[in-house]
Structure formats: structure tokens, C-alpha cells
């Protein structure tokens, strides 16, 4: 048998603890904001019927190429799902009895067969927050708040840029469906290109004409400068976003700072695609979608120490009973203690210690045992502070800086 090379495909990966850290600090985080906001946790099925994912789009759409698409024992045509909204609409349509409106955040996997580049790959997370049964722009201006307020939570300085697909049908008119789509590329692609392709549905005066917010968009700006937001969101006049399930108002978010080119975040006004499911029925819905690759993107080009998962570590010389009780008190009040197991070589632990990032350690052994006195070192200076093991308060004091 040949040998078998270990290897991810282009475009999923995996992250060692290091990022992993990171990544579940930005999720916390969100996660935070988001239920301060009253949305509830929600999980979707990864495997779905094909006919449910490939429902709102011809069959010339570029998402559909972009679908993992297969076949189940049954010879049942199944797709891996490409976002979180589609599934999430499923939910509403299959429980009929949610009480309105419903406000959910959900934080997932998502796959697309695409294009790989910095900040999108095919295996990805998406951290998305939708509210079902509210229309008008006064949840619109909450989402984009909540936007606001989670990337610089996150130290993202972020500008939304805000336009809407209704106000580009209005002015459009005839082969609003066709036009529309070249509109949103505007930016992505020459000048040249664009007109190009508006030529053929007789289009190409829309490059030149001034478009002005139409009274909806005008009410929401009104809401968000009250709301003190006027300095990060700008309107965005051929701003159409790719997908033909938005309705109304559509945005993007940017970082100001331009460590990405691409958006880090979007969403808008999807107010059909529920009803659409069922046959019937009025389901004003809107939402937002979290990029976590880009945004790791984004944090990772900072130049910043590495993240700490651990508070303390603790090394048994032949004391690993001890050790272990030691740890059990400490994180009985919310310090992350490592008991070090590799071996009594004191020197391999602190280079342990240090190669993790953990800014604390502790030896423990047959001394420490009987008189109950330790010294913990500070990693970064090398300082040792004594210590009854039976001060724990004092203990997490020193360590959390308190």
C-alpha cells in the first residue's frame, strides 16, 4: 500500500489552540451582544433537501454551482448549506406556532464550493442574527447598531454601507432583475465592464444619473443619527448585494481601517422568501450576517501578544495528588490551572510554560506540601511572591491584577 499524505482540501482548515482561542473570544463576544440585544439561540440542520437551498434561484444563479451537492442511501438529492438564512426560514415555515415577532442569533458552519481568498474559504463559520414579524426601519436601525457595537467591541472600527433594493427596482424600472446585478459590482469591477453590460438592457445612463435615498432609507439615517451612528454608516446608492432573496434595505460593513478589502459582515430586508415556502402569509424578516473568517482576518494582522487560555501552572514534584487538590481550590473560584504532567525536569515546565503563554507557575514540592507556603513566578518578569495555599482569594487576586 502507498503511503497516504495528511492534507486539508483548499479552502477548510484547521486552528491550533492559539488561534482557537481567538476564534471562540470573537464568538463570546458576540454572543454576548447579540442575547444583550434579546435575540435567542437557535440551531439548524448542516444537511438539507437541495430543492430547499436551490428554491429561490434560476438555474443559472452562481450560488447553485457553489453548493455541496450529493446523494444520500435513499438516492435523495441533499446539499451541504451554503448560509444560515435559508435553513432559518425553513424553521419558521415548519413551526407555524413561533410567537411573532421571533428574534434568533445562530453561529454555525457553512459551506461553499467557491473561490478561495484571504478572508473567504469553502468551510466556514457564520454568525448571523435575524428578527421575523417586525417591517420598517426601526429594527433595521437596531441591526445596524448591533452591528456597530459588536465590531467595536471587537476593536473593529466599522463603516455600514446602507442602500436598498427596493429604491433600485423604483428607479430602474424594466430588467430591474437583469440590471440590478451589474449595479452591485460596481466597484468590483471597471467602469468599462459596467457599461459594457448595462448597454444591453439600455441602461448605461444609471452610472450617471444622482441617486438620493428614498424615504425609507431617509427615516432609517434619521434613526441612526439620533442614535449617534452617523459616523459609521454611508449611504450606498448601487448597493444591491448579490442574492435575490432582499426586498429592501441591504447593507455591507467594511473595516475603516482597510486591513480587508472585502466586506466583514452584511445583510438586509428579506421579506418574501418565508412566504414563499408555505404558499401564504406576510413574514417581514430581516437580518445580519458576521464574517468570522474575515474578521479573524482582520485581528490576526494586528500585532498583538498571544491569547491566554490559562491563568496558572502548576508543577508536582512527585506531589501530583497535592497539585491536583491545589488546582481544584484555585479553580473553584475561576482561575484556569494547568497541572503539568510531563515529568520533574523544573526547567522543561517553565520552558512549557513560557511557550504556551501562561504567565504564571508554581512548584510544588515536598516543602511546599508540609508548610503550605508557595511561590508563584510571573513568567514575563521572573518576580516570586509567596503564598499560603489557604489565601486562595489572595491567590486569584494576584493573579487577575485585582
Known sequence: ????????????????????????????????????FGYLPLETALLNYYELLSYKYDENAEILREIYKMKDQGDRDLGLRFDLTVPFCKVIAMNRNLRMPFKRYEIGKVFRNGPVKLGRTREFYQCDVDCVGIAGPHIEAELVTLTVKCFKALGIDPIVKIGSRKMLTDIIGTHAEQVIPILDRIGKASREEILKELKVYNAEKLLDIKIEPNAELEQLFTILNAMGLKENYEFAPYLARGL??????????????????SAIGGGGRYDNIIGNFIGNGNFPAVGISFGLEPICAILT?????????????????????????????????????????????????????????IPFACVLGENEVKSGQVSIKNMATGKQFPFDTKEIAEIKKHLKGD
Do not use: H
Not at 435575490?244 to 478589502?261: H, M, S
Not at 479553580?331 to 494547568?338: D, F, K, P, S, T
Open 244 to 261: 435575490n432573496i432582499y426586498t429592501g434595505t441591504v447593507w455591507e460593513v467594511y473595516d475603516k481601517a482597510k486591513r480587508l478589502p
Open 1 to 36: 500500500m502507498s503511503k497516504f499524505e495528511p492534507t486539508n482540501i483548499k479552502g477548510a482548515g484547521d486552528f491550533l489552540p492559539t488561534a482557537q482561542i481567538m476564534r471562540n473570544r470573537i464568538i463570546d463576544t458576540l454572543k454576548e451582544n447579540f442575547e444583550a
Open 301 to 357: 494582522s494586528n500585532t498583538q501578544k498571544p491569547a491566554k487560555c490559562i491563568d496558572l501552572m502548576l508543577v508536582p514534584m512527585g506531589t501530583e495528588i497535592y497539585a491536583q487538590a491545589i488546582a481544584e481550590s484555585l479553580r473553584a473560584v475561576g482561575l484556569r490551572v494547568l497541572v503539568y504532567l510531563g515529568g520533574k525536569a523544573v526547567g522543561k515546565a517553565l520552558e512549557y510554560a513560557n511557550a504556551e503563554s
